[in-house]
């Protein structure tokens, strides 16, 4: 009896004696690929030739892979993984994915941007890597969310200037909140549903998602000076920002990554950078939301 190999038609179609559950799963199920913009968010070596990657796509959402020969330097695996895939590194991917398995298959990778800049200053370096965390954090593996997509891209980019990480940062969070669906609420106090008063300071109510006017009633509640408030209402606009100070730019920052360690529950280690006093010119001052 000769071989027989399934390449298409139904199951049923076959002769009787090729029917083989195994012989069919193998042939004729077929393997999705996918090919997408992505921006590696994650980077793991597996063996010296291979590496684990998590890759944030524009249309596919958030990829586990695994890259095989991708550090290899002969001929062909440097035509299948040009300019290699680097953490924070921008290209076209190709993949595979198997319902079965944990890991997709990174079979191409073409690379569009290293963002070598961010290899320049420790500010732009450790501000993107926090962007990355959060996301990995954030975000589910393979839903959707071009919205996510282009808010990093974006940041990724806006870090070239040294002067405007505060405000590329700002502009990346608040972005990110809008697509998960986490929007603060900044006009209407999430308690009563009335328009806010104008007031010195407001209380920022994590559990509820927004403003209120109650002055420290509940232990949670953060306190919030109205010049930040009024930062944030002008990115929720996309008003220009260059009438608040660095300072309140710190401010805002600090209030946003301390609404999505509420939200995901957990403190990532690069949120320190955001958060603490260290070298970082972007946080190196402590000052009261």
Same mark, same amino acid.
């Given at each position: 009896?000769?071989?027989?190999?399934? =390449?298409?038609?139904?199951? @049923?179609?076959?002769?009787?004696?090729? /029917?083989?559950?195994?012989?069919?799963?193998?042939?004729?199920?077929?393997?999705?690929?996918?090919?997408?913009?992505?921006?590696c968010?994650?980077?793991?070596?597996?063996?010296?030739?291979?590496q684990?990657?998590?890759?944030? =796509?524009?249309?596919?959402?958030?990829? /586990?892979?695994?890259?095989?020969?991708s $550090? /290899?330097?002969?001929? @062909?695996?440097?035509?299948?993984? @040009?300019?290699?895939?680097?953490?924070?590194?921008a290209?076209?991917?190709?993949? !595979?994915?198997?319902?079965?398995?944990?890991?997709?298959? +990174? =079979?191409?990778?073409?690379?569009?941007?290293?963002?070598?800049?961010?290899?320049t200053?420790?500010?732009?370096q450790?501000?993107?890597?926090?962007?990355?965390d959060? +996301?990995?954090?954030?975000?589910?593996?393979?839903?959707?969310?071009?919205?996510?997509?282009?808010?990093? @891209?974006?940041?990724?980019?806006?870090?070239?200037?040294?002067? #405007?990480?505060?405000q590329?940062?700002?502009?990346?969070?608040?972005?990110?909140?809008?697509?998960? #669906?986490?929007?603060?609420?900044?006009?209407?106090?999430?308690?009563?549903?009335?328009?806010?008063?104008?007031?010195?300071?407001?209380?920022?109510?994590?559990?509820?998602?927004?403003?209120?006017?109650?002055?420290?009633?509940?232990?949670?509640?953060?306190?919030?000076?109205?010049? !930040?408030?009024?930062?944030?209402?002008?990115?929720?606009?996309g008003? !220009?920002t260059?009438?608040?100070?660095?300072?309140?730019?710190?401010?805002?920052?600090?209030?946003?990554? !301390?609404?999505f360690?509420?939200?995901?529950?957990k403190?990532l280690?690069t949120m320190?950078?955001?958060?603490?006093?260290?070298?970082?010119?972007? +946080?190196?001052?402590?000052?009261? $939301?």
């Open positions: 009896m000769g071989l027989f190999r399934v =390449t298409g038609g139904s199951p @049923s179609s076959l002769p009787p004696e090729h /029917r083989d559950p195994k012989r069919i799963s193998r042939y004729a199920i077929p393997v999705p690929r996918l090919t997408d913009n992505a921006i968010i994650r980077d793991l070596d597996w063996s010296e030739s291979s684990v990657v998590v890759l944030l =796509t524009e249309r596919h959402g958030k990829v /586990r892979g695994l890259a095989k020969g $550090r /290899r330097n002969s001929p @062909s695996a440097i035509a299948k993984f @040009s300019g290699g895939i680097n953490l924070l590194s290209g076209q991917a190709i993949v !595979t994915t198997k319902p079965a398995e944990q890991l997709a298959t +990174v =079979t191409e990778w073409d690379l569009r941007s290293d963002h070598y800049h961010l290899r200053g420790l500010s732009a450790w501000t993107a890597m926090y962007a990355a959060l +996301v990995n954090a954030l975000l589910a593996d393979e839903d959707p969310h071009p919205g996510a997509y282009a808010a990093l @891209s974006r940041l990724l980019s806006d870090l070239a200037q040294a002067d #405007g990480v505060a590329s940062l700002l502009r990346f969070q608040w972005a990110l909140l809008v697509d998960v #669906g986490y929007k603060p609420e900044l006009e209407h106090d999430v308690e009563t549903g009335q328009a806010l008063p104008k007031a010195k300071a407001y209380s920022f109510d994590p559990k509820l998602g927004g403003l209120t006017t109650r002055n420290g009633m509940h232990d949670e509640d953060w306190r919030v000076r109205a010049n !930040t408030v009024e930062l944030l209402r002008a990115i929720s606009n008003e !220009t260059q009438a608040f100070t660095k300072n309140a730019m710190i401010r805002a920052n600090r209030l946003l990554c !301390t609404y360690r509420a939200l995901i529950d403190q280690p320190d950078f955001i958060l603490n006093d260290n070298p970082n010119p972007v +946080v190196k001052d402590r000052i009261r $939301r």
